[in-house]
């Protein structure tokens, strides 16, 4: 079946604007997260949501980040007023169970 | 916190060599424990893992086993190929079900 889709695939932009990342999960799959990788810092959690519970958002490293899932499905992270230091690969997974499955990633560069 | 350590890389094998890469963790409790690999290009694809001490996890002749007496879940494989060549990633997940990952291990294989 289908896998995690991530979009855009890449995204350039210049400092100060707000860009939205989006991610498709696995259906039926109930719980979703977004992660970091970047050169200085790794693979870092960033968000995770379950269900229609309320998501845990201990990962967001400032208050210009915010996701939304709509639906149990569908979910956008949004970064407000980039900055350069927000260039990174921003990874999506969701999971049934145990198991995390990655989408292959937005690649956001900040100029 | 929980965390996760692993061996630096790269390390650089000749084809058909014996792998190990080392990985330990730090965390309350006994977490289940994944290698996660990234391939050049491409993104995180789930290769093994282990929901309990002693378990072993196994895929594409690759191992490790939980031990918790080491606080250890090393990968390895008996004969390494070219195609192997990629960047490995510890993670365990916690309490909160979010992965926390090592900073990651790039293998070269060299036919």
């Known amino acids: 079946g289908a896998g995690v889709s991530q979009s855009p695939s890449n995204k350039v932009t210049e400092k100060g604007k707000d860009v939205e990342l989006r991610c498709d999960p696995i259906?039926?799959?109930?719980?979703l997260y977004w992660y970091r990788q970047s050169l200085g810092q790794g693979l870092e959690f960033l968000i995770y949501?379950?269900?229609?519970?309320?998501?845990?958002k201990s990962g967001l490293p400032s208050d210009r980040f915010s996701a939304e899932r709509t639906g149990g499905s569908v979910s956008t992270l949004t970064i407000q007023r980039t900055q350069q230091e927000d260039s990174a690969v921003y990874l999506c997974?969701?999971?049934?169970?145990?198991?995390?499955?990655f989408g292959p990633g937005t690649r956001l560069t900040v100029t | 916190g929980d965390s996760v350590t692993q061996m630096e890389g790269p390390v650089t094998l000749s084809e058909e060599a014996f792998l190990t890469i080392n990985c330990t963790y730090t965390?309350?409790?006994?977490?289940?424990l994944f290698w996660y690999v990234q391939y050049p290009g491409e993104g995180l694809q789930l290769l093994l893992k282990?929901?309990?001490?002693?378990d072993k996890g196994s895929n594409k002749g690759f191992e490790a086993t939980y031990r918790k007496e080491t606080t250890s879940f090393h990968l390895e494989k008996g004969s390494v190929q070219v195609s192997d060549s990629a960047v490995y990633f510890c993670?365990?997940?916690?309490?909160?079900?979010?992965?926390?990952f090592g900073s990651g291990t790039r293998l070269l294989v060299r036919p």
């Open positions: 997974a969701s999971s049934y169970a145990y198991e995390q499955y």
């Open positions: 259906s039926g799959h109930t719980a």
């Open positions: 949501f379950q269900g229609n519970s309320a998501p845990d």
């Open positions: 965390a309350t409790g006994y977490p289940s």
């Open positions: 282990a929901t309990k001490a002693d």
């Open positions: 993670a365990l997940m916690d309490s909160s079900y979010k992965l926390i």
